[in-house]
């Protein structure tokens, strides 16, 4: 029998990003939604000036999200929030992969034996996205939203897979831009995160010691898919009056254990040195 080929899914120049191949206003409502997302309710006014957009045309790229359920508008507020149909979009992503399904148990028993938050990331475009979470129930605690994105060279889990990225990847990050001070501890030299990328390689888990934020500590290491890529990390995360320096290698050791867990969960394979 003939065998029939799948139609292309998409077109030759699909990787051509020139002003001329966008659609315009579907870029400008990614725009808008991206400011929703980033918010916990806004105005018109306010979504106009954070997005660059007329209120006009604002108005109009919500009127026709909120047609398909993307964003959804509270009436005695009159703000605009990130409608339920962008969660079942976004979901949809993380089906993609088992990692989150996998990970759910291992960081639950993560928080039981520390106490302590747990959360799950990917990397993406320079940045760190949190995707899952459990939470301790201490008063104090360490909390990232779903969609939550954070610098990679000062937090542990971008950290973490920075350090098993390829070489010229983690030139690329480190290099396109300077890297941002977000505390007095922020390691902001290249050639001060590579020498810590070193040591996060040879023992497997990474620390943020209040370098993203002060007061707040993380312990993170890589999960590894099929090929030996780190696609995810998982950490614990916490006040630095509990997650000390003289638990790290305690912490560190559950953390790399269970992030070994989740990558043998998802039929990954840690790379060879």
């Known amino acids: 029998m003939q065998k029939i080929g799948r139609a292309r899914g998409r077109p030759r120049s699909f990787h051509n990003t020139a002003e001329n191949t966008l659609i315009q206003s579907l870029d400008r409502a990614m725009d808008v939604l991206k400011v929703v997302a980033d918010a916990n309710g806004l105005s018109l006014t306010e979504i106009a000036q954070a997005s660059g957009q007329a209120a006009s045309t604002a108005y109009r790229i919500l009127i026709t999200l909120e047609k398909h359920g993307i964003v959804q508008f509270d009436e005695p507020a ?54 899952s979470q459990v939470e301790t129930h201490e008063p104090i605690r360490a909390f990232f939203r779903p969609g939550t994105r954070g610098p990679v060279h000062a937090s542990g889990i971008g950290k973490a897979l920075l350090a098993f990225l390829p070489q010229p990847q983690i030139e690329a990050l480190l290099m396109r831009a300077p890297l941002d001070a977000f505390t007095k501890k922020t390691i902001v030299l290249p050639s001060a995160l590579i020498a810590e990328i070193e040591t996060i390689r040879a023992r497997g888990w990474s620390i943020d010691d209040e ?5 707040m500590r993380c312990i993170a290491a890589p999960i590894f898919n099929q090929l030996g890529e780190a696609v995810a990390g998982v950490s614990l995360s916490g006040p630095a ?33």
């Open 241 to 273: 009056f509990r997650v000390t320096p003289e638990r790290d290698a305690e912490y560190g050791a559950l953390v790399r254990s269970a992030a070994e867990e989740i990558t043998a969960a998802i039929g990954g394979t840690a790379p060879r040195h």
């Open 211 to 215: 370098e993203g934020t002060l007061g």
């Open 78 to 131: 009159q703000l605009w929030h990130v409608g339920l149909e962008a969660f079942r979009i976004g979901s949809s992503f993380l089906g993609r992969t088992r990692i989150v399904e996998q990970s759910r148990p291992v960081m639950q028993r993560i928080m039981t034996a520390t106490g302590e938050t747990a959360n799950l990331a990917i990397i993406d475009q320079g940045e760190v996205i949190f995707v």
